[in-house]
């Protein structure tokens, strides 16, 4: 059994409520139940983090490391596009993660088409809505068991 962590960023407090056309009408707290379930029926536990301010999602980073984390699922929300400490933060505990968003950022306004996790991510998922969590737990689980990348 491996621990994975889900990381939600800025503002993902506010799903079901906040833009629902672009992020969907499901709750933060029912992708979180849902991906609990799924990490148990894997045989994997899961620890689940939001936060809106930067330095919560550092910490809770940099404490993966030390709570023996074996993945982490990332939407780093509007930090996508500015937090090159959180990008640093990842760097340095060299855990494997997938980088998640809710919504196809590249549809989307031009701003949002760059990303500071992309390139150090294992994969991104784009625009699978609630859904895609679950596929990133599911490659997390097929990444931890296999121990190496397909």
Do not use: W
């Not at 509007?78 to 590249?106: C, M, Y």
Request: proline share 3%; net charge negative; with cysteine.
């Amino acid at each position: 059994m491996s621990s994975f962590l889900l990381i939600n960023g800025p503002n993902l407090n506010l799903l079901g409520s906040r833009e629902p056309d672009v992020y969907g009408a499901t709750g933060l707290p029912d992708i979180e139940q849902r991906c609990a379930a799924l990490a148990k029926e894997l045989g994997h536990g899961l620890d689940c983090f939001q936060s809106n301010a930067e330095h919560e999602l550092i910490d809770r980073v940099q404490k993966a490391a030390v709570d023996g984390i074996a993945f982490i699922i990332l939407n780093p929300g509007g930090f996508t596009h500015t937090s090159v400490a959180l990008r640093d933060a990842f760097l340095a505990v060299q855990i494997p993660f997938i980088e998640i968003h809710l919504s196809n950022t590249f549809a989307r306004e031009e701003f949002r088409h760059n990303s500071y996790f992309s390139d150090i991510a294992k994969s991104c998922l784009f625009g699978f809505g609630a859904y895609g969590y679950e596929l990133a737990l599911r490659a997390a689980s097929q990444y931890v068991g296999d121990g190496e990348e397909e």
